[in-house]
Antibody, heavy 117, light 107 residues
């Protein structure tokens, strides 16, 4: 059974940093591209970033480019999202998702990030 | 960026009815379209990919169709467990973009 478990969320002040993790199991992690998708409270879905199965290729949404960094450790079957220079508009539930081609075929349960002073 | 215009924003239907949700892309996305269901308090789940392919474990009352810029999700024989928000997503180009969602309720 595919499982994606996010961690690392919480309350953080504007301008500070936070690093999210996503532990994957139930599939060969190193065979799949992975992504982060976020959802602001009572809002829709926004793709944040994607990374190729080997980690060499990354893509970012315009709203996070230059501030967020997606990475992975295939030996640990773990996906990361380093979030720097956080803003109030980054407040959202962050989902880790597996990419089946370029659609999201499995999602984690999500982790809440609140940016507030 | 490709804009995804989804309609309606909300929908109320009776049990057993058939409902249709539409998604229009701002340019041709060559059937690179997925549909997701998000039940209250849960994470999204994949329903349809490549515009008309049913994801594993999804009931056959769900179907997708369309091409070019126009796509639709149809739910036959509406069940109580179908109460959810539904989102379309294009993956033809980066950045991947989602429709704004349709909230489905039972009358």
């Amino acid at each position: 059974e595919v499982q994606l478990v996010e961690s690392g969320g919480g309350l953080v002040q504007p301008g500070r940093s936070l690093k999210l993790s996503c532990a994957a199991s139930g599939f060969t992690f190193s065979d799949y591209n992975m992504a982060w998708v976020r959802q602001a409270p009572t809002k829709g879905l926004e793709w944040v970033a994607s990374i190729s199965y080997g980690g060499s290729n990354t893509h970012y949404g315009d709203s996070v480019k230059g501030r967020f960094t997606i990475s992975r450790d295939n030996a640990k079957s773990t996906l990361y999202l380093q979030m720097d220079s956080l803003r109030s508009e980054d407040t959202a539930t962050y989902y880790c998702a597996r990419l089946g081609y370029n659609y999201f075929d499995y999602w984690g349960q999500g982790v809440m990030v609140t940016v507030s002073s | 960026d490709i804009q995804m215009t989804q309609s309606p924003a909300s929908l109320s239907a009776s049990l057993g009815e058939t409902v249709t949700i539409e998604c229009r892309a701002s340019e041709d996305i060559y059937s690179n379209l997925a549909w997701y269901q998000q039940k209250p308090g849960n994470s999204p789940q994949l329903l349809i990919y490549d515009a008309n392919s049913l994801a594993d474990g999804v009931p056959s009352r769900f179907s997708g169709s369309g091409s070019g810029t126009q796509y639709s999700l149809k739910i036959n024989s509406l069940q109580s467990e179908d109460v959810a928000s539904y989102f379309c997503q294009q993956y033809n180009n980066y950045p991947f973009t989602f429709g704004s969602g349709t909230k489905l309720e039972i009358k």
